[in-house]
């Protein structure tokens, strides 16, 4: 039986002690009201009830751990749940009311980590914002998002220094003087010691949880407005599928602000995991933090994760580590890679879902093995049933065969889909067409009844009436020891409609054996495809570049290489 203490080794806190404010009070309640009207055998889904449950029932264990900071702090389950109570009762006392936007532009550090909890605790709708973002994307944000207030961290202060919105400064300290801290002091002054009861419940379920913005690459950002219930049960499904508990220590790689952080800012406190955030991407700090900190679990983009494995002080590890992998779809041989370190990759899609490692895969040899785990898999427990289909003359949805052949559209709907594109009801009905939501992934249905990503739908490359994924010749060129990342996209060609043309950055120790040498590695690089790809897939041209246009989340950006081929 596994013991009910946590994996995370007892910590050296630097003398830290939390500011008396953040201490909860020796009779603390960790229940709120019953809203008015509900039936006996109801309690509307809210993801704030995980934390209250820790704290409950684990309250001296660590929850946020922010230790490679100038200012460290570490912070157990019942201080951090009051924490959370002081902010979300700072902000009913500055002025937000219920269904109001409170903008959050921070890394990943406590703030952001209590945000999350303290403005749906005060009925708000948090809106992270990138901080990878320009002055001027961000400015377009706050005004479409509606935004009443905005906590910002001090790197990010710039970024909205012509703004009139008000804002609410942390300097990531965690001690008195910081104007962060001062703003939760408020709040537990203001709440005179109603506690948690004191805070009214969101009585809907399905009301505006969190709203993320797109990165826009093809126009104005959206804002995806996800629900609680949504975020409730994405957060009970990400914890299951990836067997979190709290005997696991999850790593803050994957920022805070992207997507609601995959939901895990409350799959780990419905886990009761502990968290560790780091404010930036740096693989010294991970890679110390995977071999000492006992670390379970961490996300990340396929972008992220190859830079992990291609570490120079890459090994592998003594205890396993599990990755989730979404964003974009990862090559079998990044899903190698990793288990050769000894980090078990869990490949999720969206919300929606993962792959399963069957047991008729183990006797596979590593390379095949992976192949089949880079499908991205089954419906999530608590989604509904993923389909794959083509739009037939009357506009109904049709599944495709499960012949792991015949190219169709993922759909979805049910409980993890977001509830609309905020203030735009055009483009949430494009997305909802058909009472499901179109994802424009191009996918097939295997025989088992997994899904498989071919492309995006304009990615899908069309020679001599071939339809060529360019995620499948991605997967096979990066197999080339020499490739670390490659991107393919279409170039016109005279006879052929349509080739592809490939995108590489070598790997940073074979550079200089292909110094000035770039054509011979088109001809080593095409000879090595052929073994593996048919002829309309083979690249016709390579280019070897220093590296691949990327959004802020790190996805490549096809549409940047699409407008250099067109200049060719």
């Not at 751990?65 to 200012?71: L, T």
């Not at 939901?263 to 010294?284: D, E, K």
Request: with cysteine; proline share 8%; hydrophobic share 40%.
């Amino acid at each position: 039986m596994k013991p009910l203490t946590p994996r995370f080794p007892t910590v050296d806190r630097n003398g830290f002690v939390p500011a008396p404010e953040s201490i909860p009070p020796p009779d603390v309640k960790y229940r709120q009201k019953v809203p008015p009207g509900l039936p006996v055998h109801k309690h509307p889904l809210n993801p704030l009830a995980f934390l209250l449950r820790g704290a409950l029932i684990y309250p001296d264990h660590i929850a946020i751990a922010h230790p490679d900071v100038k200012h460290p702090a570490y912070y157990t389950y019942s201080v951090w749940a009051q924490r959370v109570q002081n902010l979300a009762y700072a902000l009913i006392h500055f002025g937000i009311k219920p269904r109001d936007t409170v903008a959050v532009l921070a890394p990943n550090a406590p703030m952001i980590a209590d945000a999350y909890q303290a403005i749906p605790a005060a009925r708000g709708v948090i809106c992270p914002i990138n901080t990878r973002l320009t002055p001027l994307e961000i400015a377009y944000i706050l005004e479409h998002s509606r935004a009443k207030l905005i906590l910002v961290d001090y790197e990010y202060v710039h970024l909205v220094k012509d703004t009139k919105i008000p804002a609410i400064l942390s300097n990531d300290t965690g001690r008195a003087g910081d104007p962060y801290e001062e703003f939760l002091s408020q709040g537990r002054r203001f709440s005179r010691e109603r506690g948690w009861w004191g805070l009214e419940p969101e009585p809907d379920e399905d009301a505006g949880f969190a709203l993320c913005y797109t990165s826009g690459t093809t126009g104005r950002p959206k804002g995806v407005l996800t629900t609680l219930r949504g975020t409730y049960l994405g957060a009970v499904a990400n914890a299951y599928e990836t067997k979190m508990d709290i005997n696991s220590v999850y790593l803050w790689v994957l920022p805070m602000f992207h997507a609601g952080g995959w939901t895990y800012p409350w799959a780990a406190t419905f886990a009761v995991s502990a968290q560790i955030t780091l404010r930036n991407v740096s693989y010294p700090l991970i890679w110390n933090h995977l071999r000492n900190s006992s670390v379970t679990h961490y996300c990340g983009a396929p972008t992220v994760q190859i830079g992990l494995v291609n570490y120079p002080e890459t090994e592998k590890l003594l205890k396993p580590v599990t990755a989730i992998i979404a964003g974009s779809a990862p090559t079998a041989h990044l899903i190698a890679s990793l288990e050769k370190i000894g980090i078990n990759p869990v490949h999720t899609y969206g919300p929606f879902t993962r792959n399963h490692l069957q047991e008729s895969w183990l006797a596979l040899p590593l390379e095949e093995r992976a192949k089949h785990m880079a499908r991205q898999g089954y419906s999530y427990t608590t989604a509904d049933g993923v389909r794959v289909v083509y739009q037939t003359e009357d506009e109904d949805l049709q599944d495709v065969p499960q012949d792991g052949k015949t190219i169709g559209e993922i759909v979805v709907r049910g409980n993890l889909v977001m509830r609309e594109y905020f203030t735009d009801e055009k483009a949430t009905e494009k997305a909802f067409k058909g009472g499901y939501f179109r994802s424009g992934d191009l996918a097939v249905m295997y025989p088992d009844g997994s899904v498989g990503i071919q492309d995006r739908s304009k990615d899908i490359i069309i020679s001599g009436g071939e339809n060529a994924s360019s995620l499948a010749i991605e997967q096979e060129l990066v197999t080339h020891p020499d490739v670390l990342e490659v991107a393919v996209v279409a170039r016109g060609h005279p006879k052929w409609g349509e080739r592809p043309m490939a995108f590489v950055t070598l790997h940073p120790s074979k550079t200089a054996k292909w110094e000035n040498k770039h054509k011979e590695f088109e001809i080593d690089l095409k000879a090595h495809a052929r073994k593996r790809l048919p002829g309309f897939a083979t690249p016709e041209w390579v280019a070897v570049v220093p590296g691949l246009p990327k959004t802020s989340t790190g996805k490549i950006q096809k549409v940047e290489l699409r407008k250099r081929v067109a200049k060719l």
